[in-house]
């Protein structure tokens, strides 16, 4: 089968990656797409991604076995297969792609380093895990696709690595997302999504996640950036998706695709009980509270915390919200686990989530389990404690 992976075609001031997957799919009708594409979330501490740091990833051949509808466009149903036989990669194909990926990336930002990836044979699945987890350079990927298929880059062409990496991902744990985009008059312009109806939805529809931000009222899953996107569900049951969506009050939907995702996984935590902390990479540790919480200017709240590598400092930034509670009521003694993401300057932990395993004695503040964010600020690959009996 053939292989597409790309990566860096959007820019904070407009595009979308996934939108460029819709387009794609519309280019090659002549052929089958094979199972669902494919978000593919990468470390989100990376310094220069656009929003989410997602990749995308699509299959193209002769499609076998019953076909399944993933999406909607131009008015006709969007069908996938479950497997296909192979179609070949030659020049007539890469024209193709270069000529739909040229059009819808967004070369007049100067951070965006598009870049794509035309493949025979997907790389080891050991590039998505270095991905994922840590900083990859472009030297790196390339030779983990050497002999692969063909693979360029625009500018810098940093968008190779994420090209790479998405083609790489073969889901231990996985998560899906249908995608809803805005008709073209509209980008840029503020999104019509009826609240009522998201929380509406998010009751009948208990296999989705991170739709509605009830303490802080605010509705999750649209975006407030100027891209096509008009909303995404994101949920364990795929067949759930898109009638979920067909629940939602908005705007006209102009097309939707369904997508097969890393979001809400926690693939990019590393088990650093006893290790060196390395800036930028995001990790699960164990230990005690040295010293109680204090609370900067801001709303912060940092604390130390002691584990078998040494103490270090813990921080629960403002955006983290109600997780903020739990941490303020912290004692010496406490036993905690956190995950969360390394930072260089100052060296600190910033919380994604907190899960308090055991209280110092005499005192009873806090509960023993899981604290998290409120969905409006949670990151896309941070696993929501609903998940994790998935």
Not at 92 to 105: C, G, I, K
Not at 294 to 319: I, N, Q, T
């Amino acid at each position: 089968m053939v292989h597409l992976g790309f990566d860096d075609t959007d820019s904070r001031r407009g595009l979308c990656t996934t939108f460029l997957a819709t387009e794609f799919v519309r280019e090659f009708e002549d052929y089958d797409l094979l199972g669902y594409p494919r978000l593919v979330r990468l470390n989100p501490n990376v310094p220069w991604k656009t929003r989410g740091n997602g990749a995308l990833y699509v299959r193209f051949g002769r499609g076998r076995g019953a076909p399944f509808v993933i999406g909607e466009m131009d008015g006709r149903p969007v069908h996938a297969f479950p497997r296909g036989t192979p179609a070949s990669v030659d020049d007539a194909m890469e024209e193709r792609v270069r000529r739909v990926f040229e059009r819808w990336s967004a070369f007049d930002d100067p951070t965006t380093h598009p870049g794509y990836a035309l493949l025979w044979r997907r790389p080891s699945p050991s590039l998505y895990w270095r991905a994922v987890r840590r900083i990859v350079s472009i030297e790196e990927a390339l030779a983990a696709a050497e002999g692969c298929g063909r693979v360029r880059g625009y500018k810098d062409g940093r968008g190779r690595i994420g090209a790479l990496a998405a083609a790489s991902w073969r889901p231990r744990d996985r998560t899906y997302e249908v995608l809803a985009y805005r008709e073209p008059s509209r980008w840029g312009t503020p999104r019509e999504v009826d609240e009522a109806s998201v929380v509406e939805m998010d009751r009948r529809f208990p296999s989705t996640f991170n739709n509605y931000d009830a303490e802080n009222r605010h509705v999750v899953l649209a975006p407030r950036s100027p891209c096509p996107v008009l909303c995404g569900i994101r949920g364990d049951v795929p067949e759930d998706l898109p009638r979920a969506l067909a629940s939602l009050r908005t705007e006209p939907v102009e097309r939707w695709l369904l997508f097969e995702t890393n979001q809400g996984t926690d693939d990019h935590l590393v088990r650093a009980q006893d290790l060196p902390l390395v800036p930028r990479t995001s990790v699960v540790i164990e230990g005690h509270v040295a010293s109680p919480p204090e609370v900067l200017k801001g709303g912060h709240v940092v604390f130390r915390l002691s584990r078998a590598g040494g103490e270090v400092d813990c921080a629960a930034y403002e955006p983290s919200k109600q997780l903020r509670r739990a941490v303020r009521a912290l004692r010496a003694w406490d036993r905690i686990r956190i995950c969360g993401a390394v930072r260089e300057t100052p060296r600190t932990v910033n919380l994604e989530k907190m899960e308090v395993l055991g209280l110092a004695p005499g005192r009873r503040p806090l509960a023993v389990g899981w604290y998290e964010p409120p969905p409006s600020a949670r990151r896309h690959l941070a696993k929501p404690v609903r998940r994790f009996a998935a």
